[in-house]
Each structure stands twice: as C-alpha cells, then as structure tokens.
C-alpha cells in the first residue's frame, strides 16, 4: 500500500482510516493509558491510538489500495495537549470528540504519497500535511500542501516540491498556470553549495542568500547554462526576466542578458 499515515508523535501507517475507529478514539494524557471511552482515567493515549491504528492495519480491518493518511495534531510540544480528542477528515469533513484540539487525517496516496515517503515522510522537507490531495487550478494537476512546501502532479511531470523561497516566487508569478507551470524538479543545492533551485516546464527558479528568489526563462537561462550559471562569471540572477524595447532581460550579480526578439540572439551586457 502506497502512502502514510502520519502523526505528530511519529507513526507511519500505511492504510485508509475511516472514522468510525478514530473518533471513538479519545486521548486522556501524553501517551496515556489505554482505557474504555468515558472510564476513570479517560480513554485511550495518543500512543495507544497508534499502536490501535497498528494493529487494525496489521490484522486487515482497514485497507485502502494506495491510500495513506496524514495525522496533524495541535498543542504542546508539536504533539496533544494534556487532554483532547481524536478527530478525522475523510473527504473533507471532519470529525472531532468532545474535548480539546481536534486532530485531522490529511489523504496523501497515489503518486505524491510515493513522493512524500521517498522524502522521508514527517520527518522529510516538507513535514506533514496540512490538506487532502486536491486538484490544480488548471483542471490537470493535482497537489497536497504541507507544514513547509507543497508538492504537485501533473501526468507529465511527475510528483515534485516546492518549498521556502522559491515556492513563494513561484507563487508569486502564478504556480503551475503561471509562466513556469509546473515543477519539473525538486528543490536542490546549486553548484557552488551555497544556493539552492527548482526546475520548472518554463524555467528555472534559483534562490541565494545575497539575492532570494528569481526565475530565469527561455533562450536567457540557455546563455546563463552554457556560461556556467550561478558558478560562472554573471553569478546569481537578481531579477526575475523583464521586458526591454525589442526583447527581454534578465540581471545577475555581475551583469545582464539580454535577448533580442528579432535575431533571438542573447547578449551579455
């Protein structure tokens, strides 16, 4: 079974929850004691509702084909609080006991469930997620948000995040129907170990200390590659690509490119 369920105590739980189990499942402490719902000493702990989920997955009372679900819990210590109840969301309602901050079961199956396990689940870049997997703005893609990042589908691209930075610049200029359209990699380190970018259908978006987040489109990222990028003598992009009188432009550290629309010719000035 693709996929997880995650809780902000640590757990993986390759499975579809449905609610009936969680909901009667209530929390009475910091990893507390197992006890029947509403006898003296309250209900079962966090621990014992994981290690419940466990066994249930174990035994086979829940299945789902490449369906996970991902636990976020409110309260102290990025886990419950001293008292709360267990709650779930299963297509997009959600169902919570009667005391505290309720916990939410977030959907993160198929291929950006694949995704989120190969980055390492909770404990990955992303760390959990915050909604069930929904479709993109474009009617295409599909994508899950999570504590730092986001990470989107689209059939021709494959599961890919974005996060920091560069998830806000590519926010900024419209995410997957904007002029980037979709991540094509996740976020990696530049060559001089000190920045960090993104690969996207209409470009590349590079990030450093000195200069944040600037994307780098077209025939002006190809001169920037073949000079070297970043490691090479214009150094980091400083804006994003602009339009000049007769083409385009873009600034780095130590100079411009800039791309004439009637020979396609790209400069360095």
């Known amino acids: 079974m693709g996929g997880s369920l995650v ?13 009936t189990l969680l909901s009667g499942c209530q929390l009475g402490g910091e990893g507390g004691d197992i006890g029947a719902q509403g006898a003296a000493g309250g209900g079962f702990g966090f621990g014992a ?3 419940l989920l466990e066994v249930a997955v174990e035994s086979g009372v829940l299945a789902g084909e490449g369906v996970g679900l991902g636990l976020g819990c409110g ?15 299963v297509a997009g309602e959600a169902v919570s006991g009667d005391l505290g901050v309720p916990c939410l079961l977030r959907r993160v199956h198929g291929a950006i469930g694949s995704h ?3 980055l390492g689940e909770e404990r990955g870049p992303l760390g959990y997620p915050t909604s069930d997997e929904s479709t ?11 504590q730092r990042g986001v990470t989107y589908w689209s059939p021709t691209t494959g599961a890919q995040e974005v996060h920091g930075a560069i ?3 590519w926010a900024a200029l419209g995410s997957e129907t904007g002029l980037l359209g979709y991540p094509t990699t996740d976020e990696g380190g530049s060559r001089d170990g000190v920045g960090r970018y993104n690969g996207f ?5 590079f990030w450093s200390p000195a200069t944040g987040a600037n994307a780098v489109q077209g025939a ?4 920037w590659l073949s000079m070297g990028a970043e490691a090479g003598s214009l150094g980091y992009p400083v804006t994003d690509e602009y339009a000049v009188p007769g083409g385009r432009r873009s600034d780095f550290q130590r100079g411009s490119l800039v791309w004439d629309a009637a020979t396609g010719n790209v400069t360095v000035q």
């Open 7 to 19: 809780g902000q105590a640590g757990f993986g739980v390759g499975a579809f929850v449905a609610h």
């Open 49 to 51: 509702c994981a290690r």
């Open 75 to 89: 309260g102290r210590g990025g886990g419950l609080g001293a008292a709360g109840a267990l709650g779930v969301q």
């Open 116 to 118: 989120f396990t190969a």
């Open 136 to 146: 993109a703005r474009d009617g295409v893609g599909r994508f899950n948000s999570f």
């Open 167 to 169: 998830r806000d610049k």
């Open 201 to 205: 259908q209409g470009g590349m978006t």
């Open 220 to 223: 002006i990222l190809g001169r």
